[in-house]
């Protein structure tokens, strides 16, 4: 199975920046798709980002262009990089470990989530 490690999370102001990290370990499968959930209080948790291994990304609407995420193949670790934050990206942010499916359509694979970070933006 995957674990994971997340680290990043903290309390900015309006317009600041902070940079999530999540370090995977365990079936590399199974974490050859990688992403960062978000959930707020009172609403459903969201995916803001994910990254293959080959460096497929996808990004939220409300994130893309302020937000970057990257991944270390090595480390098999993947940031989130957020600039111009905002307060409505104040949640709790997670991290997410699935296959790829266009590289493994057969393979199956448990959903691992890490502890989740808390984000805090401040007006």
């Not at 990206?89 to 266009?102: E, L, S």
């Amino acid at each position: 199975q995957v674990q994971l490690v997340e680290s990043g999370g903290g309390l900015v102001q309006t317009g600041g920046s902070l940079r999530l990290s999540c370090a995977a370990s365990g079936d590399t499968i199974c974490s050859s798709a990688m992403g960062w959930y978000r959930q707020a209080p009172g609403k459903e948790r969201e995916l803001v980002a994910a990254i293959t291994s080959n460096g497929r990304t996808y990004y939220a609407a409300p994130v893309k262009d302020r937000f970057a995420i990257s991944r270390d193949n090595a480390k098999n670790t993947v940031y989130l990089g957020m600039s111009s934050l905002k307060p409505e990206d104040t949640a709790i942010y997670y991290c997410n470990a699935d296959r790829d499916p266009q590289v493994y359509s057969y393979y199956k694979c448990p959903q691992s989530w890490g502890q989740g970070t808390q984000v805090t933006v401040s007006s």
